[in-house]
């Protein structure tokens, strides 16, 4: 784990994967005084942070666990049509249904959100896919998508270079709820084919 103040009021913290920095991100908010704490594929942000020394300290005295937080579980109901479907199924050497149900079969955890408003992380699918070689210029909102060994919902219409598999009706970002992101950090997803 390295540490590296940003500016005055931030700490940047490098651990080892997605799920250090989930697990770090969820532990900080009840650890560190911090105004926001931003989990990223291998960094979590801590802003607002009042004495970079204290918090340092205490971003010390953390333990990686192989234990994962445990959010709350969203269904997300999908269409497996996406027009990258069969050649995900060719890159992984099985049939479209054995896409299908290695991709229900995962439940995923939301790591970080980026990209979009909305556009969640999803981590834990256990097989990947390269990116396309030219992105799309727009991608329409709802596409399922996979790249690397990522997953991620397309939150509204834009580019995007992720292979599509699928589409779903879930509204993934709306600021009018409470919580405006749908698959906020820590959230379990599954998919489940319509």
Excluded: K, N
């Excluded at 500016?7 to 105004?35: K, M, N, Q, Y």
């Excluded at 801590?46 to 269904?75: F, I, K, M």
């Excluded at 896919?129 to 996979?146: I, N």
Aim: glycine share 10%; aromatic share 8%; net charge negative.
């Amino acid at each position: 784990m390295r540490q590296r103040p940003v500016g005055p009021h931030a700490l940047l913290v490098e651990v080892a994967d997605a799920g250090e920095a989930l697990a770090l991100a969820s532990w900080a908010r009840t650890a560190v005084e911090a105004v926001e704490v931003v989990p990223a594929a291998c960094t979590v942000l801590l802003d607002g942070v009042a004495d970079l020394t204290r918090a340092a300290d205490a971003v010390r005295g953390w333990q990686p666990t192989a234990e994962r937080p445990r959010g709350r579980l969203v269904e997300v109901p999908t269409i497996y049509d996406g027009p990258d479907l069969v050649r995900v199924a060719e890159h992984w050497g099985v049939d479209v249904d054995e896409v299908v149900r290695r991709h229900t079969d995962a439940e995923l955890v939301s790591s970080f959100c980026g990209f979009a408003p909305g556009f969640a992380y999803l981590d834990g699918l256990g097989w990947s896919v390269p990116r396309l070689d030219s992105p799309r210029p727009r991608v329409a909102p709802g596409s399922v998508a996979l790249a690397g060994s990522w997953c991620g919902i397309y939150p509204t219409a834009s580019p995007g270079g992720w292979q599509l598999i699928g589409r779903t009706d879930l509204v993934l970002w709306d600021p009018t709820r409470p919580d405006p992101a749908l698959l906020a950090p820590g959230t379990r997803v599954r998919f489940v084919a319509r």
